[in-house]
């Protein structure tokens, strides 16, 4: 059965945190952060386990990490990972260089300063933005500000060595806001602000890329404070590239397999899906009645609510369904190793909770909420009735929007025995649904 929530309340379609089984939204929201926890914690054993002899070998890994993230990061497109790795790769080079002249060197002290405060700057201001791709008529102006940043760290870096670079920074250097001990305060200061910007993308976006910014943010932190461990910088910038590496891999494999509108797994997962099977399964072909009518009515932006609304029901469905958007307003439900028998009320009680849903459009409900707060002002100004009566005013105005759908449902069987007979079996029930009235089952 679908788990319940309250529709009255979900006027945009989307089931709340709150109303989300515990369970199910548990899993959601931490699946996406498993990738990252695994590699920081194999970053923090390899860290403190590392023999001496390994440290040279570790210290290239970086050298063949970043350069894979970089070109996967173009090939998919992804500009603010690309520039991400772009700067991690900046950052190791020039710290690699620095490491030259010795540990107790003004130059890998200014390289330790200036990478700790660029990198997480740099992410924070990707964090800010929003994805536009690697090739953005404007990408010029990232790759200009990083070229300028490795320019002024390489001028500070040779403070001494050069009669242009002099050796003013060596003492504005030792200033306490800048100090590398192990990072300056400045620099923590911009991890920080970096990281609790992630964090607020994450919430309002639980995307792999959003998280990997974060989290490959959280490993550069590390690899900056543990820098004198052996290995331990290159050990976490590694890690910190693998995150994102793989966050372009799976935000990747979302956009391709994955329905932005609905959040439901596309035709394309579908598919994949259907060549698995067992010897027993049913499917169901759902279409949500009179759609193009919600378009010419209200427009195609409560035609998507509608079709968000019904993705978030279907995503609950119970008796082991897994829900697929199959294309415009058609849905499907897979359900393995299950009868027909045994999903037919699930069905039914999908049906008839999306029938009693009192959907209320979005633009209708805008523009009740801006007559009400003007007849509110109104009428306030004037003392004739207490604002709380406009809120109360405000439900009883606003009109809900009967949205139903019809499901045909076939399983497999000794005449419908592949995958695609039964699906076409289900798309046919589902026609008879419909010049039968529609808002009901077929079979």
Same mark, same amino acid.
């Given at each position: 059965?679908?788990?319940?929530? %309250?529709?009255?309340?979900?006027?945009?379609?989307?089931?709340? &945190?709150?109303?989300?089984?515990?369970?199910?939204?548990?899993?959601?929201?931490?699946?996406?952060?498993?990738?990252?926890?695994?590699?920081?914690?194999?970053?923090?054993?390899?860290?403190?386990?590392?023999?001496?002899?390994?440290?040279?070998?570790?210290?290239?890994?970086?050298?063949?990490?970043?350069?894979?993230?970089?070109?996967?990061?173009?090939?998919?497109?992804?500009?603010?990972?690309?520039?991400?790795?772009?700067?991690?790769?900046?950052?190791?080079?020039?710290?690699?260089?620095?490491?030259?002249?010795?540990?107790?060197?003004?130059?890998?002290?200014?390289?330790?300063?200036?990478?700790?405060?660029?990198?997480?700057?740099?992410?924070?201001?990707?964090?800010?933005?929003?994805?536009?791709?690697?090739?953005?008529?404007?990408?010029?102006?990232?790759? =200009?500000?990083?070229?300028?940043?490795?320019?002024?760290?390489?001028?500070?870096?040779?403070?001494?060595?050069?009669?242009?670079?002099?050796?003013? !920074?060596?003492?504005?250097?030792?200033? !306490?806001?800048?100090?590398?001990?192990?990072?300056?305060?400045?620099?923590?200061?911009?991890?920080?602000?970096?990281?609790?910007?992630?964090?607020?993308?994450?919430?309002?976006?639980?995307?792999?890329?959003?998280?990997?910014?974060?989290?490959?943010?959280?490993?550069?932190?590390?690899?900056?404070?543990?820098?004198?461990?052996?290995?331990?910088?290159? #050990?976490?910038?590694?890690?910190?590239?693998?995150?994102?590496?793989?966050?372009?891999?799976?935000?990747?494999?979302?956009?391709?397999?994955?329905?932005?509108?609905?959040? =439901?797994?596309?035709?394309?997962?579908?598919?994949?899906?259907? =060549?698995?099977?067992?010897?027993?399964?049913?499917?169901?072909?759902?279409?949500?009645?009179?759609? &193009? &009518?919600?378009? %010419?009515?209200?427009?195609?932006?409560?035609?998507?609510?509608?079709?968000?609304?019904?993705?978030?029901?279907?995503?609950?469905?119970?008796?082991?369904?897994?829900?697929?958007?199959?294309?415009?307003?058609?849905?499907?439900?897979?359900?393995?190793?299950?009868?027909?028998?045994?999903?037919?009320?699930?069905?039914?009680?999908?049906?008839?909770?999306?029938?009693?849903?009192?959907?209320?459009?979005?633009?209708?409900?805008?523009?009740?909420?801006?007559?009400?707060?003007?007849?509110?002002?109104?009428?306030?100004?004037?003392?004739?009735?207490?604002?709380?009566?406009?809120?109360?005013?405000?439900?009883?105005? #606003?009109?809900?929007?009967?949205?139903?759908?019809?499901?045909?449902?076939?399983?497999?069987?000794?005449?419908?025995?592949?995958?695609?007979?039964?699906?076409?079996?289900? %798309?046919?029930?589902?026609?008879?649904? &419909?010049?039968?009235?529609?808002?009901?089952?077929?079979?």
């Amino acid at each position: 059965m679908l788990s319940g929530f %309250d529709d009255r309340r979900s006027r945009n379609g989307r089931p709340s &945190k709150a109303q989300t089984p515990l369970n199910s939204l548990s899993l959601r929201i931490a699946q996406p952060f498993t990738a990252p926890a695994i590699v920081l914690i194999i970053a923090a054993a390899a860290a403190a386990l590392v023999p001496a002899h390994a440290v040279a070998a570790m210290q290239l890994v970086p050298a063949v990490v970043l350069p894979v993230g970089i070109g996967l990061s173009l090939w998919f497109n992804r500009g603010r990972a690309f520039l991400a790795m772009v700067s991690l790769f900046a950052a190791y080079a020039g710290y690699m260089l620095a490491a030259n002249y010795g540990a107790d060197a003004f130059s890998l002290h200014a390289v330790a300063s200036g990478i700790a405060i660029f990198v997480p700057l740099n992410v924070a201001l990707i964090l800010a933005l929003p994805e536009r791709g690697v090739f953005h008529f404007r990408s010029y102006r990232w790759l =200009l500000l990083l070229v300028v940043e490795c320019l002024l760290v390489a001028w500070v870096a040779s403070a001494g060595q050069t009669p242009l670079s002099g050796t003013a !920074w060596i003492t504005v250097l030792d200033h !306490w806001l800048l100090r590398p001990d192990p990072t300056p305060l400045i620099g923590q200061v911009l991890f920080a602000a970096g990281i609790a910007l992630a964090i607020g993308r994450v919430y309002e976006q639980l995307s792999p890329v959003e998280i990997g910014l974060g989290s490959a943010l959280l490993a550069f932190f590390v690899a900056c404070i543990w820098n004198s461990a052996p290995g331990g910088f290159s #050990i976490f910038l590694t890690a910190g590239a693998l995150i994102l590496l793989l966050s372009v891999l799976q935000e990747s494999h979302r956009m391709a397999f994955r329905d932005e509108l609905t959040g =439901l797994p596309g035709r394309r997962l579908l598919e994949e899906q259907l =060549l698995g099977l067992g010897p027993q399964f049913t499917i169901a072909m759902l279409d949500i009645d009179h759609f &193009k &009518k919600f378009n %010419d009515t209200f427009g195609h932006d409560v035609g998507d609510q509608v079709l968000r609304m019904v993705g978030a029901r279907l995503a609950e469905i119970g008796s082991g369904g897994r829900a697929f958007r199959y294309g415009g307003e058609e849905f499907s439900v897979l359900f393995p190793d299950k009868s027909l028998e045994q999903v037919v009320p699930c069905l039914e009680s999908l049906r008839t909770g999306i029938e009693n849903y009192g959907l209320v459009p979005r633009n209708r409900e805008r523009r009740q909420s801006a007559r009400d707060e003007e007849d509110r002002r109104r009428t306030v100004q004037h003392g004739l009735v207490q604002p709380a009566h406009g809120a109360l005013a405000k439900e009883a105005n #606003i009109e809900s929007v009967a949205v139903t759908v019809s499901i045909g449902v076939a399983e497999r069987n000794r005449r419908l025995h592949t995958p695609a007979m039964v699906l076409r079996a289900a %798309d046919d029930a589902l026609y008879r649904a &419909k010049d039968a009235g529609r808002n009901r089952l077929s079979r």
